[in-house]
């Protein structure tokens, strides 16, 4: 059974601090792996990430994969409150017909 | 371009009463979901699409029938409402080699 698993589960900053989100997955047919920010209503789209390696950046966000270890990371620095939402790992299989969602982040960035 | 449209938003449902969930997409899109995202928790799959006339269950099924006659629109039934089914429903679709767009959700409520 398809799998993913965020930590941590919950996670209250400052603003201006920097936070590393963890997403780990096991798939038996992996395609790629997206990130989601979730406020009050739908997920939206931040990434998808495929490759290995690669970062993928748009401004203070940044996301790696490692195919390796099968494991990514979400990074924010210089949080706003902005920033404080719930933030989604799914994983998508190769035949593209669905996606595992992992339980989510829930990221509390503080004036 | 409206995307995703579900209706309705919000839904009050009696024990053993019955309603449907309504999502149509306008971007020509094969892949369908619905997905359910309990409090605290990530979105677990209910049921899919890969185009007209084909569906499939997803992780959570139980309780709940689709259709899939037309390639915009993936209604949602529950036949017999029980409490285990609060929850916020999303709808989502998707193009073959694209990202995913997700309604904006109903939010169900069984007493």
């Known amino acids: 059974e398809d799998k993913v698993v965020q930590s941590p589960l919950s996670l209250v900053v400052h603003e201006g601090d920097t936070v590393t989100l963890n997403c780990s997955y096991e798939?038996?047919?992996?395609?790629?792996l997206l990130w989601y920010k979730q406020e009050k209503k739908a997920p939206t789209f931040l990434f998808m990430l495929t490759s290995s390696g690669i970062e993928k950046k748009s401004g203070r966000l940044s996301s790696i994969l490692d195919k390796k270890e099968l494991f990514s990371i979400l990074n924010i620095t210089a949080t706003q409150t902005g920033d404080s939402a719930v933030y989604l790992c799914?994983?998508?299989?190769?035949?593209?017909?669905?996606?595992?969602f992992g339980e989510g982040t829930q990221l509390t960035v503080n004036p | 371009n409206a995307g995703v449209t579900q209706t309705p938003k919000f839904r009050i449902l009696k024990i053993g009463q019955s309603m449907t969930l309504q999502c149509t997409q306008d971007?020509?899109?094969?892949?369908m979901y619905w997905y359910r995202q309990d409090p605290g928790m990530g979105l677990k799959l209910i049921y899919y699409s890969v185009g007209a006339g084909i569906t499939d269950k997803g992780e959570v099924p139980n309780g709940y029938n689709v259709s899939r006659s037309t390639t915009e629109d993936f209604p949602l039934r529950l036949e017999l409402a029980a409490p285990s089914q609060t929850s916020v429903y999303f709808c989502a679709s998707r193009h073959t080699n694209y990202g995913y767009t997700f309604g904006s959700g109903t939010r169900l409520t069984v007493v």
């Open positions: 799914a994983v998508a299989e190769t035949s593209g017909s669905r996606l595992t």
């Open positions: 798939v038996t047919n992996f395609r790629s």
């Open positions: 971007m020509n899109h094969n892949y």
